[in-house]
């Protein structure tokens, strides 16, 4: 069982910047995908970003795009979400999770490990 943990959610100004951490138990087999959705209350989790683990290749929403960068650090199994140019509507839980192995990296249904999830509140 893959256990993921996410940290480094808080409570940040409009326009500011954040950085998220998602560290796994285990180590992320070649073309998995991670991946960082989010939630905010009374709506569908969607799609952040997600990383084609060791290939490299990167994916983003259209509504992060230049905004938000997805990273790895392989040796420490870990992934990053920086997060700048913060809005509002960037107020959500923010969750890691670990795609099966051909899941799509924007498909909620598509991965098979998730974390609990990182608050991150982003105020005017």
């Known amino acids: 069982q893959v256990r993921l943990v996410e940290s480094g959610g808080r409570l940040v100004r409009a326009g500011g910047s954040l950085q998220l951490l998602c560290e796994s138990s285990?180590?992320?087999?070649?073309?998995?995908?991670m991946a960082w959705f989010r939630q905010a209350p009374g709506k569908e989790r969607e799609p952040v970003a997600a990383i084609s683990w060791r290939v490299g290749t990167r994916y983003y929403a259209n509504s992060t795009k230049g905004r938000f960068t997805i990273a790895t650090d392989n040796a420490k199994n870990t992934l990053y979400l920086h997060l700048s140019s913060l809005r509002p509507d960037d107020t959500a839980t923010y969750y890691c999770?670990?795609?099966?192995?051909?899941?799509?990296?924007?498909?909620?249904?598509?991965?098979?490990?998730w974390g609990k999830g990182t608050v991150v509140t982003v105020a005017i």
């Open positions: 999770a670990r795609s099966k192995i051909n899941g799509r990296w924007n498909d909620p249904a598509g991965m098979e490990y």
């Open positions: 285990e180590p992320t087999p070649v073309n998995y995908f």
